[in-house]
Structure formats: structure tokens, C-alpha cells
T-cell receptor, first 113, second 113 residues
Framework: GENVEQHPSTLSVQEGDSAVIKCTYS??????FPWYKQELGKRPQLIID?????GEKKDQRIAVTLNKTAKHFSLHITETQPEDSAVYFC????????????FGKGTRLSVIA | DVKVTQSSRYLVKRTGEKVFLECVQD?????MFWYRQDPGLGLRLIYF???????EKGDIPEGYSVSREKKERFSLILESASTNQTSMYLC????????????FGPGTRLTVT
């Protein structure tokens, strides 16, 4: 089955710097790659996702890139702010809506003011 | 606005007790999921369901069972709670017709003593 590896497990950045979180997946049939953000004490929420027919997607300060050949995808956060501090999870699935997401173990991002 | 609710935010049970965790969603989603979240281990899938009365094992089903008698409700059952089942339990739902976004409940922190 699918296996998703996520790095790093913890990341500290200065406010205003960029943060990058990387994930690799094992199943070449996977074609949907979402990212979830979980603030302390709250539920995970989708922040951005990408499908395999797209190489990059941006939404304001966050972007996701996908390299299907290498089977890895990354989350980029620019101009980080303290409210970006959270745990971020990447995930992958073959048929979004019909197969479960397989999650990475998460990255705890701390933005230091 | 999608709403996924869970019956309890905090629960304390004794070893050997039968425990029921309830999840209800109000968006007529076909798919429902149960995860447990432990530090450093991410979100691990216990069971999922694509339709009423249907269930599929996830990655860690041992010690758990589920019930889905109505489309909006998905129950997780610990037949005989053990201390290693102390964890945060998250329910999620998604539409089989959508892009695959999973909507999470607020979680139940279960402590087994």
C-alpha cells in the first residue's frame, strides 16, 4: 500500500522567513496530494491540495509543488507569521473521494517572532 | 458549512470497559473515517466506511470495531479498553463526489486507566 514519508518532524523559523516541508510517497498511482494544518487543540483543516496533472499551485503565501517522477511534493510557506505555527500533515491518495488518505507523520512548525 | 461532531471531547475509562465513540456529520457525506493521533506517529487510520452498513479495516484495526447504521453516524467501539488505547481519536467525513477533502471532527481525547 501507499506509504508517505514527511520531513522534517520539527522546524523552527524566524518570522518573515520561508518554511519548506517535504513529503515522498511510494505508490505511483497516487494522484491527489493535500496538506492539512492542525493548530494546537484544534482539528486538522485542509489548507491546499494538488493533483497529479499540475506541477505547482499557489494560494497567497502558501504553495505546493509536485514532482511525479521523483514521487515527492513540498509545501512552501513564505513570509511566515506566528499564526503559521502549527502541525502540518501531508497526505496522498489514488482516488480522492473513494480511497482513504494516507498521511505523513506531521511537521511541527514554530515561527519565532 | 460542513460540521462533524464527536460525542465527547474528553473521556476517561477503566481497563476492560466497553467504550463507544460517536461521530455525526451533517453534509450527507458517503465516506466516514476514524483515526487515532499519537505524538510522532501522525494520523493512523483505524476503520473507514463508504456507505451505510459498510466498513473497511484501516492500518490499525486491532482492538476496535465500528458501526454505521445511518449515513450520518459512524461509531467506533473499543470492546475491552486497554491502556495502549489511550489516545486522541479523530473522526472525518468526505464526499465521494467531491475532490477528496476530509472534514475532521474536534477529536476525543480518551484516557484508559
Amino acid at each position: 500500500g501507499e506509504n508517505v514519508e514527511q520531513h522534517p518532524s520539527t522546524l523552527s523559523v524566524q518570522e518573515g522567513d520561508s518554511a519548506v516541508i517535504k513529503c515522498t510517497y511510494s505508490d505511483s498511482a497516487s494522484n491527489y496530494f493535500p496538506w492539512y494544518k492542525q493548530e494546537l487543540g484544534k482539528r486538522p483543516q485542509l489548507i491546499i491540495d494538488i493533483r497529479s496533472n499540475v506541477g505547482e499551485k499557489k494560494d497567497q503565501r502558501i504553495a505546493v509543488t509536485l514532482n511525479k517522477t521523483a514521487k515527492h511534493f513540498s509545501l512552501h510557506i513564505t513570509e511566515t507569521q506566528p499564526e503559521d505555527s502549527a502541525v502540518y500533515f501531508c497526505a496522498a491518495s489514488i482516488f480522492p473521494g473513494n480511497t482513504p488518505l494516507v498521511f505523513g507523520k506531521g511537521t511541527r512548525l514554530s515561527v519565532i517572532a | 458549512d460542513v460540521k462533524v461532531t464527536q460525542s465527547s471531547r474528553y473521556l476517561v475509562k477503566r481497563t476492560g470497559e466497553k467504550v463507544f465513540l460517536e461521530c455525526v456529520q451533517d453534509m450527507d457525506h458517503e465516506n466516514m473515517f476514524w483515526y487515532r493521533q499519537d505524538p510522532g506517529l501522525g494520523l493512523r487510520l483505524i476503520y473507514f466506511s463508504y456507505d451505510v452498513k459498510m466498513k473497511e479495516k484501516g492500518d490499525i484495526p486491532e482492538g476496535y470495531s465500528v458501526s454505521r447504521e445511518k449515513k450520518e453516524r459512524f461509531s467506533l467501539i473499543l470492546e475491552s479498553a486497554s491502556t495502549n488505547q489511550t489516545s486522541m481519536y479523530l473522526c472525518a467525513s468526505s464526499s465521494s463526489q467531491g475532490v477528496g477533502e476530509q472534514y475532521f471532527g474536534p477529536g476525543t481525547r480518551l484516557t484508559v486507566t
